[in-house]
């Protein structure tokens, strides 16, 4: 069983920085952030693959940056340029690779491409 558990949000200004963290029990995993704006529908903000390449979405591009840790088997997602609608709840999923000619393949960063969610940890972008 896989349990990602999330730290890090909290409430800052505009122009603000954060960074959140996920913890795994292991690190053999496809990882990616969502978020989820008040009543509005999760959606992808960046992934990274097992070779720690990374994909981030046109919102987060430029301003926010994903990474991991393998030895402590921790996701990262640096915010930089905070804006008010940067405000949601974030949450950390992960998915077990796939492999394919023996390499580790990621699905596309989608909702319904993870398997495994945390409980999500809060950013609030105050004007």
């Known amino acids: 069983q896989v349990q990602p558990v999330e730290s890090g949000g909290g409430s800052v200004q505009t122009g603000g920085s954060l960074e959140l963290s996920c913890v795994t029990p292991?690190?053999?995993?496809?990882m990616a952030w969502f978020r989820q704006p008040p009543e509005k529908e999760r959606e992808a903000v960046a992934a990274?693959?097992?070779?720690?390449?990374?994909s981030t979405t046109d919102s987060a591009r430029g301003r926010f940056t994903v990474s991991r840790d393998y030895a402590k088997n921790t996701l990262y997602l640096k915010m930089n340029g905070l804006q008010p609608e940067d405000s949601a709840m974030y949450y950390c999923?992960?998915?077990?690779?796939?492999?394919?000619?023996?390499?580790?393949?990621?699905?596309?960063?989608?909702?319904?491409?993870?398997?495994?969610w945390g409980r999500g940890t809060q950013v609030t972008v105050s004007a």
């Open positions: 292991h690190s053999s995993l496809c």
């Open positions: 999923a992960a998915v077990r690779p796939t492999v394919v000619g023996g390499d580790w393949r990621c699905p596309p960063l989608a909702v319904t491409s993870y398997t495994y």
């Open positions: 990274i693959d097992m070779y720690r390449r990374t």
